[in-house]
């Protein structure tokens, strides 16, 4: 019988916490919605004591979010704890996941403790925890160069203080999947509760020598059966080990593993493309799994042979992950009856406001674009749905440029229901839009990055571009679409200024994360 291997996500904690990834509570509960859809046995929602942005964005999921279990993560300290059970204690399945560093350089350096003061923090604080709620997890930090005596010690006195599950961290991702599958091992042989207590033991890797997966794979074939992971890999620094290429690796070689997840892979295309839109981390086009080229066939040799028989060669079918070819659905003509019957056969669910404003923008992208596959129509509800507020709109967009012209932009936009234009130079026809926008909006960040890509084929696709603006210490991600792509262009960088500009009325007095401190 296959072994059922857990999948706890960390998207909304580790994965937030790379940089750039910032999300608003709003883009979390998304997120989280479909990590649900998603099937994962667990969300790691955030870090309750790290701002009162996190706490709230935790307790609206635990209260709204129902299957997985719902946790945050603490440092073995009784205000974090605390604050995570506030924030958690909404949930059916709440769960407290709490952590303290147990490498010599770790306890030495960074915590000023000495290994005895550690265990007995932690296990003191493990039995708080489990004084408040039902399910905790500890978390020895950097275990991967911890010494194994005192890390047998350690997760031992957790499991007796009620830890009913232990999450061994290669926090700086320095270990190799022979080491590490070894260390599993080695912990479950030499601690024997975890059997007697039927523990379950997880491992979280990073992926800073791009061995994430390999070793969350090799501690599973070693006895471990949770796995911490992320959307598209994201996470500090490399990126924590990839949930997409987990789950679809014990799946295509289940013959190998003989273990499996509950994970409704079906939604896993849908949940990559939302995390990448929401968090503006692109997913690179031969990126496993998900990327834009995992299951296209180049070379005409292998095309002639998937058109024979897709299995030579093809491990897995994309329609495995949801990736159904991008059909051409709808029409000008089209109502928006069969706009919203094609979005539900899409997964989306949109309120009457939400469908009016999607109509209309389809209607936009139908009269420039013959034909509107259904990727369009994603596109369509991420810029309708994700939004903020808008403080800021484009009504007329003229640009002049050329090889002669220096490139002037004449932007009106609509702020407050009046209308405002400017006109600027720059160095190409996007750089004249943004300043004419600056000028306008009176906001003067820095473009961190810019890109832009087609979404379908042909000169008359839409062209999506995301910025990436940053504002004291924040990043804000904008989108947009449009088969014009200076017109795609202002609406991105509006739309980024736009969410700077709401976070900075909602969110102004929140302290920003300590992420110094974290497994
Ligand atoms: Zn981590």
Redesign the pocket.
């Known amino acids: 019988m296959a072994r059922i291997i857990k999948i706890f996500d ?1 998207t909304l ?2 994965g937030e ?1 790379c940089p750039g990834a910032s999300l608003n509570p709003e883009e979390k509960l998304e997120i989280a919605r479909q990590l649900a859809k998603l099937n994962v046995d667990a969300i790691e929602a955030g870090f309750a004591i790290a701002s009162q942005g996190d706490f709230d964005a935790i307790k609206t999921i635990a209260q709204q979010i129902k299957g997985p279990s719902i946790c945050s993560l603490a440092r073995t300290k009784k205000e974090d704890i605390t604050r995570a059970w506030e924030a958690v204690k909404y949930s059916d399945k709440p769960r407290i996941h709490t952590f303290i560093a147990t490498s010599p350089i770790h306890m030495e350096k960074k915590l000023k403790m000495t290994p005895d003061h550690v265990y007995k923090q932690a296990v003191e604080m493990v039995k708080y925890a489990r004084s408040l709620c039902p399910d905790v997890e500890f978390s020895p930090e950097d275990a991967g160069r911890s010494d194994p005596d005192f890390l047998y010690k350690i997760i031992a006195g957790a499991i007796e203080a009620g830890a009913q599950t232990i999450n061994v ?1 290669d ?1 700086v991702g320095y270990t190799t999947p022979w080491e590490f599958g070894k260390l599993i091992e080695n912990i479950i042989q030499n601690v024997p509760q975890i059997k007697e207590k039927n523990i379950t033991i997880s491992v ?3 992926n800073d020598l791009g061995l994430a997966v390999a070793n969350s794979l090799a501690a599973v074939l070693a006895g471990a059966n949770q796995v ?1 992971c992320t959307i598209n890999g994201i ?2 620094r490399a990126g ?1 080990a990839s949930l997409e290429e987990v789950v679809m690796n014990l799946k295509t070689r289940r013959d190998f593993f003989n273990c499996e997840t509950t994970v409704n892979t079906k939604e896993i295309y849908k949940t990559s493309r939302l995390v990448s839109n929401l968090t503006g981390m692109l997913v690179q086009a031969n990126k496993s799994i998900v990327g834009a080229n995992a299951f296209a066939h180049e070379a005409g040799i292998h095309q002639h042979g998937v058109l024979q028989d897709r299995r030579t060669y093809e491990i897995m079918q994309p329609e495995d992950i949801g990736l159904t070819e991008s059909k051409i659905v709808l029409g000008k003509h089209s109502g928006r009856h069969a706009l919203q019957k094609k979005l539900e056969d899409l997964g989306y669910k949109l309120d009457k406001d939400a469908l009016e404003k999607a109509y209309h923008r389809f209607l936009e992208v139908a009269d420039k674009k013959k034909d509107v596959s259904e990727r369009d129509l994603e596109i369509i509800v991420a810029e309708e749905i994700y939004v903020v507020p808008e403080d800021y709109t484009v009504d007329k967009i003229a640009v002049k440029s050329g090889t002669h012209d220096k490139p002037t932009a004449k932007v009106q936009l609509i702020h407050k229901g009046k209308k405002i234009k400017a006109l600027a130079t720059g160095a190409g026809p996007v750089d004249a839009v943004y300043k004419a926008i600056d000028q306008l909006t009176k906001v003067n960040a820095n473009l961190l990055d810019y890109s832009i890509q087609a979404i379908t084929g042909g000169t008359d696709a839409l062209g999506e571009v995301t910025v990436r603006i940053k504002d004291k210490d924040h990043i804000y991600v904008g989108h947009g679409a449009d088969t014009d792509i200076i017109v795609a262009s202002a609406k991105a960088y509006l739309a980024a200024i736009n969410r700077l500009l709401y976070a900075n009325t909602e969110l102004s007095s929140l302290p920003s994360q300590d992420t110094t401190l ?2």
């Open positions: 960390t904690r580790d916490q961290p926090t979280h890797v990073h911490e996470g500090e924590n974290q497994p």
